[in-house]
């Protein structure tokens, strides 16, 4: 485009029809990939976790709200313990997402080709894919964000302030979820102040939804403030671990990677036309691109899926100035098309259980996730022979500890049907659950490997006189992943009762 020829524009007008039918195919052929792949690895650690969240329901959680452990709770009440069950949930959120983006086209004034491109460009998102793969937070959190966001545009094409009270439930789900869109909402806000918008925020409709939005909120209030706010102090923690300025270069390179490379012009395309639209809340969602992107920068660098959901509606307004070009001939469709599968068929192993595990080692320092669903049988079963070595007077007066939540959950899934006791954790919530036998005077304790932790040893030896290693952890695949060369230590003579010690061995992280 020269610079005398204008710009495409954006529409505040009537939106045109829905192209339901090829949006739901995209739609759906995301939740049949999701859910065809669903099984080829195993369990993830984070959602062993939620398993064991999910066996002990309550309102809230030191790392998150009780939506996601609930979700989970609903899947073993149905299925039981299966990986399909509780991945069902997470391809449900991605597929939705997939519409969600399509029907933002629409209100942004695209037609048929700018909604199907959307919706395809929402389904190939590396970043959608891989939370699309593993149940938690994440794939709920990105269909908050991106209903949030379809209601904002909306209220700013109709000015039909009503809507606020949509909004706010949506948010209160969010927020019921993972604590992360409501750093949205305020920026939303902020956003839409410093673009004149104020007059669409200072409503008693605005102030309905935003109550709304407490209302969910007040169960993880309550629980958080009965228990000493715990998740201020893991919010402290992960900040110190991810963010600083060491972190930013990764950031920026990783917000790169959240599209897919073919269309990342187009996501920049629809930031530029938000900024340049006239509308305030459209303009407000520039402003909380910028505003989010600087803030999860200095404070979450190392964690750069947090502002994915910005991409959704940052690409379905991309995608509307696309179809304006393509009126008039200056972009093939086709070859855009084309370009998306190929970048996105290269990114599949980075996101997706295509490869056999064996063969998924060069993709841990890109993304950790995949490898860490390998080797939890190995592990459960190292701990079996371990524990029924011990002589049955040692057992009774024995419990098993895990360094984290992953481990824990790995023996309180896959434990119980070799006849392990439930494993106990400091880690996150897990130390809420207590430490098993507070009589204990003799504990089984296993440790990620190198890749996670060093000389986990001496921390130990705080607490017991007799420490030693008397098994290795590996995988058939020979996945260097976080367990691997991980140990479990026979811990003997304590320093002070079990019962003492367990305060002592909380930890955030």
């Not at 049955?392 to 119980?416: C, K, M, Q």
Request: with cysteine; charged share 10%.
């Amino acid at each position: 485009m020269t610079p005398t020829e204008s710009a495409p524009t954006l529409s505040a007008g009537a939106p045109k029809s829905f192209a339901a039918k090829p949006v739901l195919l995209v739609a759906a052929g995301l939740f049949a990939l999701e859910m065809g792949l669903a099984g080829r690895y195993g369990f993830h650690r984070d959602e062993l976790y939620f398993l064991d969240c999910a066996r002990h329901l309550q309102f809230g959680y030191v790392d998150q709200p009780m939506l996601t452990p609930l979700l989970v709770r609903i899947s073993l009440l149905v299925v039981g313990p299966s990986l399909y069950a509780i991945r069902f949930w997470s391809a449900l959120a991605v597929s939705l997402t997939v519409v969600v983006g399509a029907l933002m086209a629409r209100e942004f004034g695209g037609g048929r080709r700018a909604q199907l491109l959307a919706a395809f460009g929402v389904a190939t998102m590396p970043a959608l894919l891989a939370a699309g793969h593993t149940m938690g937070t994440t794939p709920i959190d990105l269909l908050a964000w991106s209903a949030l966001t379809l209601v904002v545009v909306r209220i700013g094409r109709t000015s039909n302030t009503r809507l606020w009270m949509v909004a706010g439930v949506i948010l209160g789900v969010g927020l019921a979820n993972k604590h992360s869109v409501g750093f949205l909402a305020v920026a939303i806000v902020a956003g839409a102040l410093a673009s004149g918008g104020s007059r669409l925020i200072f409503n008693r409709w605005f102030f309905v939804g935003a109550l709304l939005a407490v209302c969910f909120a007040v169960p993880d209030l309550w629980w958080q403030a009965t228990n000493g706010w715990p998740t201020i102090a893991m919010t402290q923690r992960l900040n110190q671990e991810n963010g600083g300025a060491g972190n930013i270069g990764n950031w920026v390179v990783g917000q790169v990677l959240m599209v897919s490379i073919a269309l990342v012009w187009v996501w920049i395309v629809g930031l530029r036309s938000l900024w340049r639209s006239g509308n305030p809340l459209w303009r407000a969602l520039a402003w909380a691109y910028a505003l989010l992107f600087l803030f999860f920068a200095l404070t979450t660098g190392a964690k750069i899926y947090y502002l994915a959901g910005a991409y959704v509606y940052l690409l379905a307004v991309g995608c509307v100035v696309v179809e304006q070009r393509l009126a008039s001939g200056r972009t093939k469709v086709r070859r855009i098309v084309a370009w998306t599968v190929l970048t996105t068929v290269v990114a599949m192993p980075l996101v997706l259980p295509v490869l056999p595990p064996a063969d998924i080692g060069w993709t841990y320092k890109v993304n950790q996730a995949l490898a860490e669903e390998v080797g939890w049988p190995e592990l459960v079963h190292s701990v079996k022979t371990v524990w029924f070595s011990l002589p049955t007077r040692l057992r009774s007066h024995a419990v098993i500890f895990t360094a984290d939540y992953g481990e824990a959950g790995a023996i309180n899934e896959l434990g119980p049907v070799m006849g392990l006791p439930q494993a106990v954790s400091g880690q996150n919530n897990e130390w809420f659950w207590g430490p098993g036998n507070p009589r204990a005077t003799t504990v089984v304790a296993v440790a990620p490997g190198p890749v996670d932790v060093s000389n986990y040893a001496s921390y130990l030896e705080r607490y017991f006189r007799s420490v030693r290693v008397v098994a290795t952890l590996d995988n058939h695949a020979g996945l260097h992943n976080q367990e691997w060369h991980g140990h479990i230590y026979l811990c003997t003579d304590l320093r002070r009762p079990w019962a003492t010690t367990w305060p002592k061995l909380r930890h955030y992280d």
